[in-house]
């Protein structure tokens, strides 16, 4: 989807209706004028010719009416074009770019439950799972995301002791990923009790939990730093960053990935991630059906697909390597090969090239010699 020319084609539409707006009112202005001007010559009576007068108004109302129709008429030629521009970008017809496989229906109805779920759309979700007849898989998960969003609730209102009390229950869990998200819910009470309560409350809360807490020792002493200052005024104060509200969201989103990840689940639903990523393919996917429209065969049996498509980094989950050869990515069977010049090949290309294993071969991207013997699998 070329959004720069969608982009540009509706500036260029409502700078036409901008224009035409502004000349509508100073038409508007002119038709008062002249009117008022005329009245005004008709009051004088019998000096004046009535006949000629309404004739001279009528030439300059027609005049004006043209000049509008003009200024609507830009504007109606920018919408067409914005129109075409629209049609062009959006193909109503995505079937092109479908082809046909087999899916494990039950597998997809469990996908869309627990997108439903870990929006927190309970009531939905349990609608869905009762029409698709989906008694297990996502509804297993409906509790853990419906604890989750009951703790999410009671953060907003400023009540973490739900959260720290989850966070206690998985301490084992949490340490072994090294997050830090238990020592943050209890920084996030102790400002909460210093900024409610006071120093003094604040410090004995500080006294009986960040003990437990070595690896924080730094953040530890500048909140107590903190507390200090707490008394003067909060833009002297240098630890000030520690009281901002954001803290809040922050902990929240941390929280939120926590829960998710021990539940064994990526914080972005699939079905979510699957329709984006799928969105931005989409142009792609339809030329390429475009091109092979006499090859409907081949394009519904293609395995792997002869162009590559490009995807935001927020879709890149791990490294994938493409032969700069062969443009195949690299497999099990087809990995890629480090050849001693230092450029990577896949295996299969290698092969090629060194017409199997019978005789050196030159690097595609270098003077240098080599054989299949000497290029070592490299793993990323």
């Known amino acids: 989807m070329d959004l720069a020319s969608m982009q540009d ?18 038409v508007i202005d002119k038709f008062m004028h002249e009117i008022q001007a005329a009245a005004s010559k008709l009051d004088q009576g019998d000096v004046v010719d009535h006949s000629a007068v309404l004739s001279e108004l009528q030439a300059k109302l027609t005049a004006a009416v043209n000049q509008l129709s003009s200024a609507q008429k830009e504007v109606n030629l920018a919408l067409s074009k914005y129109g075409k521009v629209m049609d062009k970008q959006f193909c109503a017809d995505l ?8 899916f494990d229906h039950r597998l997809v109805n469990q996908i869309i439950a627990l997108h439903f779920y870990r929006q927190g759309m309970f009531e939905l979700g349990d ?36 959260a720290i009390e989850w966070a206690k229950s998985h301490h084992k869990e949490l340490k072994e990923k090294g997050s830090s998200l ?13 900024l409610k309560a006071g120093r003094w409350e604040a410090l004995l809360y500080g006294r009986r939990i960040f003990g437990k807490f ?9 909140l107590m730093a903190c507390m200090v200052y707490f008394a003067r005024d909060v833009g002297s104060n240098p630890y000030k960053e520690l009281l901002a509200p954001s803290h809040w969201e922050s902990v929240a989103l941390e929280f939120t990935r926590e829960c998710c990840g ?9 079905l979510h991630v699957t329709l984006s990523a799928g969105s931005q393919a989409l142009p792609t996917l339809l030329k390429l059906s475009s091109v092979m429209s006499n090859k409907k065969g081949e394009w519904q049996a293609m395995k792997q697909l002869p162009v590559e498509i490009e995807l935001d980094k927020e879709f890149q989950f791990h490294s994938i390597f493409a032969c700069p050869v062969s443009r195949d990515q690299s497999s099990a069977e087809n990995p890629p090969m480090l ?18 294993n019978t005789r050196p071969f030159k690097c595609p991207y270098c003077p240098m010699e080599a054989s299949s013997s000497h290029c070592r699998q490299i793993h990323f």
């Open 339 to 356: 050849l001693p010049c230092g450029h990577v090949l896949c295996k299969q290309s290698i092969v090629k090239l060194a017409k199997g």
């Open 262 to 270: 021990l539940l064994g689940q990526g914080y972005e639903s699939p």
């Open 127 to 162: 609608c869905f799972v009762g029409e698709a007849q989906e008694s297990e898989g996502a509804a297993a998960l409906k509790l853990p995301f419906f604890e989750m969003y009951q703790i999410l609730e009671h953060m907003r209102n400023k009540n973490l002791e739900p």
């Open 182 to 194: 238990e020592f943050k819910l209890h920084q996030l009470e102790f400002v909460q009790t210093l």
């Open 9 to 26: 084609a509706f500036d260029r539409v409502t700078k036409k209706q901008k224009l035409s707006y502004a000349k509508t009112e100073d």
């Open 214 to 222: 070595p690896d924080h020792l730094g953040v530890i002493k500048k």
């Open 95 to 102: 079937s092109k770019a479908y082809r046909d496989m087999d």
